[in-house]
Every structure is written in C-alpha cells, then in structure tokens.
C-alpha cells in the first residue's frame, strides 16, 4: 500500500479566481513530482484551468512554477520529488513594456 502526503498549493492571479481560494491541500502519493501535484489540482477542477495552466499535456511555459519559494527550473525542474508539507506556487510571468 502506497502512502500518502500532503502538499500545499497556492495560486495567484487567473488561477486563483478559477480556483475560487489562495491556497489549496492535496493529498498526492508518497514519492509524487511537482508536474503531478499540478496535474493532480488540474484533473479535479476542469477544463478551465487545464487552459491556463497546460500546453499540450506539459505544464505551460508562460508560468514560473515555484518549490518551497525556490523556482523548480533551478531544482532541476517539474519532475523533482516533492515531500510532505512541501508548498507548490503557480505565478504568471509579468510581462511588460
């Protein structure tokens, strides 16, 4: 029997007002990534947020995927093992000109 952790997702901006709160519990398996806590928050709140957030079954490049406050990319990416009480942050990137 797999166990399970919990792990903290906050949302900013779009995301967050599709998801109606700031910060979310999920219960993922024991050993999960980072790209499965997303595509986890993603299967339970549909097509909307599927929108913002993927790109073809990837999570989009227009977002900065944040690990404990630390950006995945220098973690070694989406694909990093994420442990109990961990916290996930989506943000778009701000654009500007």
Known sequence: MVSSLRVLFKSFGPIRR????????????????????????VKQSG?????????????????IVILNKKDVDTLGG??????EDD?????PHVQGG
Do not use: C, Q, W
């Not at 700031?22 to 024991?30: F, Y």
């Open 18 to 41: 599709l998801l109606g709160k700031k910060v979310i519990e999920v219960e993922v398996p024991e050993g999960s990534t980072v790209r499965r806590v997303i595509e986890t928050i």
């Open 47 to 63: 097509k909307e947020l599927y929108k913002l957030i993927m790109d073809k079954d990837e999570i989009s490049g227009n977002l």
């Open 78 to 83: 989406v694909d990093i093992i994420v442990s």
């Open 87 to 91: 916290e996930i942050a989506i943000l």
